[in-house]
């Protein structure tokens, strides 16, 4: 019997980005709500659910999908 080898699944920035609009928008929340829910700015919930590579947040996003899943998320995340 040989080892097979496990790929672990990961999530690149944009994927990160879509899951953070896509569970607002699920859970029928504005930028402007999600934003007083994590106490930051909605420009921040706009920037982190709008890719653009190099935009550094990754924080922000993982910030948002943990708020409303309760979930814990951990990398490695790959861009």
């Known amino acids: 019997m040989t080892d097979a080898l496990y790929e672990a699944p990961f999530m690149t920035p944009a994927d990160l980005a ?3 609009r896509k569970l607002r928008e699920d859970s029928g929340l504005t930028q ?3 934003a007083d829910k994590i106490e930051c700015a909605p420009s921040t919930i706009s920037k982190a659910e709008n890719y653009h590579e190099g935009d550094g947040m990754i924080s922000a996003r993982i910030t948002i999908i943990e708020a409303l899943t309760g979930e814990t998320i951990e990398g490695p995340f790959y861009g």
Do not use: H, V
Request: no cysteine; aromatic share 0%.
């Open 18 to 20: 879509e899951r953070a």
């Open 32 to 34: 402007r709500d999600l």
